[in-house]
Each structure stands twice: as C-alpha cells, then as structure tokens.
C-alpha cells in the first residue's frame, strides 16, 4: 500500500467537510462549522416567520371559508405563494394553467389537475398556483397543525377503506357540481422522485363515471409536472434528491428542518395541455394518455433539458 496516498487523503479529509444534506457545496474544514450553525440559523428564522405567517392568516380563512364565492380560494392560494417566498423556494413555469375564465363553453367545466406527488412541498408549490382543493389521504387529517390547514384550506381526505369509497365519491362531486376544482395525485402515494409511478385509474371515476346519471358537469383533465431541480445553486441529481423527496417512512419534522436549511431553491413546473375525457374510450385510456404526459415532462426537467425541449412536452 502506498502510505503516502493514504496520508494525503487524510490530509484532504481534514481540510474538506462535506455533508450532502447540510452544505450546498464543499466547504473548507475551518469554515464548516461556522456554515452549520448559519444553516441551523436559517432554519430556525424560516419555521419561525412561517408560523407567525400562519397565525396570522388563520383568523382570516376560517372568517372566508365560511362566505360563498372565491375569496377563500384566492386567499388559500396567497397564504401558500408566500409560505414558499419564505422558504426560498423559486418557480420556474412552462406552459399555460387551464381554469373556468378561459373556457369558452356554457356550463364552465370544473377542472382536475393531475399532478406527480414527490413532497409535502407539493402543498405549498400547487397550493399557491391552482385554483383548486387537494384531495388527500386521511391520515393527515389528524396530524397536529396541518390537519387545520388542510381544513381551511377545504382539503378532501379520502380513505382507502372500500366501504367509504361511495361517500367519498359524493363528496367530491359535490364539490365539482358547486364548480369547484380539484388537485388528484394519481399514484397514489410519494415517491423519491426519481420515476413516475403508474397511476391509479380509479383516480380518474369523476371524469369517466360508471352511470351517465351524472349531476356535475363532465371535469377537464389538465396533467401537470412537477420537478425539484435546483438546490444550493446546483442542480438536483439522484444523491440530492432525498433532500426534497418526502416519501415512505420518512418523519415530516426531521425532513422540515433539513430542508430549512438550504437556500437558492428551485421548483419547475409544466401546464400540459388538458385533455377531454370524451376523446377517451374509458379512464384507463385516459389514466395512461395522463402518464405518459407527466413521464416526459418530469424526464425532461430532471434531465436538465433546454427551455426549447421542455416547451414541446407541453
């Protein structure tokens, strides 16, 4: 063995301290811990003007929830466009947002946005954008904090038990016969956000129902991507990706606060094109035509493609 390599890496692992899940970039050993504890800083200001954001706009949601029209909505989406300024969180969008102002037809359509589920971040960044309520599992609707959000922010939990599926169902088209929209995450579940997972066609029942005794207008489904890809002024490969990722038995608190920690943060979106469900033979058709659409918008923003190339996924 060549023992003066190894006391040169040596030497190099005492002068450089890099930790993939504190540090945006390669710090010198002497430097290192004064990062830390600026990150841990960060961290702490960002959660703490956050809940302060979120006492905040409280009183004033659950005042709005209860008035007809879309001044929850619109404030809802206020409340989540500022949570992600706060987080340092920046948004790059391609493409164009399908809504009722832009459709020329009579009754306006609702719409269902379906969207790639990698993150509790997906919240924030769609909840900010779309004029629509999510659709969650009900889990989290008994978690502390977020389960009151989520309230005010008129999410639908949704179990996975057969004998409440019925209702569930109702409940939903009673959302889209008031012309409200929804925000579906097809797969079910997050993933690490390398792959797109197949899509559940259940998911797509409201837009291809089993009885044509409907009594809401048919939805507009719109595929929307989403992709984490930058961090720390770099870009987000497979070893980073954890960083955003929320999935599997991961606790939200620990992944929180690692995620405060970092800044110059990017997420990029792409609007596709909607699609009708009449052109669909059934919703399997349709579930896979949705796919299809996302895996490659999703490929090519983690891929780092040109503006150019992403704008052809649309």
Same mark, same amino acid.
């Given at each position: 063995m060549n023992h003066s390599l190894l006391r040169s890496s040596d030497k190099k692992k005492q002068y450089i301290a890099f930790d993939i899940q504190n540090l945006p970039i390669t710090y010198p050993h002497f430097l290192s811990k004064f990062s830390t504890i600026y990150q841990k800083i960060r961290a702490t200001r960002k959660i703490?003007?956050?809940?302060?954001?979120?006492?905040?706009?409280?009183?004033?949601?659950?005042?709005?929830?209860?008035?007809?029209?879309?001044?929850?909505?619109?404030?809802?989406?206020?409340?989540?466009?500022?949570?992600?300024?706060?987080?340092?969180?920046? /948004?790059?969008? +391609?493409?164009? %947002?399908?809504?009722?102002?832009?459709?020329?037809? !009579?009754?306006?359509? *609702? #719409? &269902?946005?379906?969207?790639?589920?990698?993150?509790?971040?997906?919240?924030?960044?769609?909840?900010?954008?779309?004029?629509?309520?999510?659709?969650?599992?009900?889990?989290?609707?008994?978690w502390p904090v977020i389960s009151t959000l989520c309230r005010l922010g008129r999410v639908l939990f949704v179990s996975r038990q057969r004998q409440s599926t019925i209702k569930e169902q109702q409940t939903m088209e009673k959302r889209l016969e008031e012309g409200g929209n929804l925000i579906l995450f097809p797969e079910g579940t997050s993933t690490e956000g390398s792959?797109?997972?197949?899509? /559940?066609?259940? +998911?797509?029942? %409201?837009?291809?129902?089993?009885?044509?005794?409907? !009594?809401?207008?048919? *939805? #507009? &489904?719109?595929?929307?991507?989403?992709?984490?890809?930058?961090?720390?002024?770099?870009?987000?490969?497979?070893?980073?990706?954890?960083?955003?990722?929320?999935?599997?038995?991961?606790?939200?608190?620990?992944?929180?606060?690692?995620?405060?920690?970092?800044s110059d943060m990017r997420a990029s979106i792409i609007y596709h094109d909607p699609l009708y469900p009449e052109d669909f033979k059934n919703r399997k058709q349709l579930s896979q035509k949705a796919w299809d659409i996302i895996a490659k918008g999703t490929a090519c923003l983690r891929q780092g493609k040109s503006e150019e190339d992403i704008k052809k996924t649309i």
């Open positions: 703490i003007i956050i809940l302060g954001w979120t006492v905040i706009c409280m009183p004033f949601q659950s005042f709005f929830i209860k008035l007809s029209g879309k001044t929850k909505i619109n404030f809802a989406r206020f409340y989540w466009r500022n949570v992600c300024r706060i987080l340092g969180l920046d /948004l790059r969008i +391609f493409g164009k %947002l399908e809504n009722q102002n832009n459709q020329s037809g !009579t009754p306006k359509r *609702p #719409i &269902i946005y379906i969207v790639n589920h990698t993150s509790w971040l997906d919240i924030p960044v769609l909840g900010g954008l779309l004029p629509g309520a999510f659709v969650a599992k009900e889990e989290i609707g008994s792959h797109l997972a197949p899509f /559940l066609s259940s +998911f797509f029942v %409201l837009a291809k129902p089993i009885s044509k005794n409907v !009594t809401y207008p048919i *939805p #507009i &489904i719109q595929p929307i991507s989403v992709v984490y890809d930058r961090l720390g002024m770099l870009p987000v490969n497979r070893l980073r990706r954890p960083i955003y990722s929320w999935y599997g038995d991961m606790e939200l608190t620990p992944h929180l606060w690692d995620f405060c920690k970092w």
